[in-house]
């Protein structure tokens, strides 16, 4: 089942995204986020836009949401999204496709662009995104450093 998120489903979405921040480089952020924090980036990010979760069973499996791209007012038509699956989620099941489709689908008519930022590589993710039709637009080489290394990251952009 595809829904909205809830602030009662940050420890959730914690426990998805804990895992991506102490185990890989695919996120830039080093320390683990509270159960409060999610929470105020839940409000923030449902006061303007969408974040969507996917549950099976009462366990939330995957969420995703769209945010600002960048703050200032001429950029109000382009959003970023992301998107974080549970590590031990199947593999191409199709979950990630359908969540991204349902957010996608319910985004306001006035945005133009969506861009996802990926960290490099990640072909899983660079998989996804291309299926779903965006398409590479920007690569940084060695802009974040994690775990002992330096790590590149691309755009990915999709015109609606």
């Known amino acids: 089942m595809i829904r909205s998120a809830t602030l009662n489903d940050a420890a959730s979405i914690c426990n998805i995204y804990n895992y991506y921040i102490k185990n890989t480089v695919v996120t830039f952020e ?33 969420y995703a949401y769209a945010g600002e791209w960048k703050s200032r007012c001429a950029y109000r038509f382009s959003l970023e999204v992301t998107i974080y699956g549970a590590h031990d989620m199947p593999k191409r099941s199709g979950i990630a496709h359908k969540l991204y489709d349902a957010l996608l689908e319910n985004l306001d008519n006035t945005i133009h662009s969506v861009i996802a930022v990926i960290a490099l590589p ?16 920007a690569h940084f080489k060695e802009v974040g450093f994690k775990q002992n290394k330096w790590i590149d990251v691309g755009n990915w952009q999709k015109m609606l």
């Open 30 to 62: 080093e320390e683990t986020v509270s159960v409060e924090t999610m929470q105020q980036r839940i409000r923030e990010i449902t006061a303007k836009h969408h974040w969507l979760v996917y549950e099976e069973n009462g366990v939330i499996l995957a």
């Open 122 to 137: 990640n072909e899983a993710s660079i998989g996804l995104h291309e299926k779903l039709g965006f398409k590479q637009v």
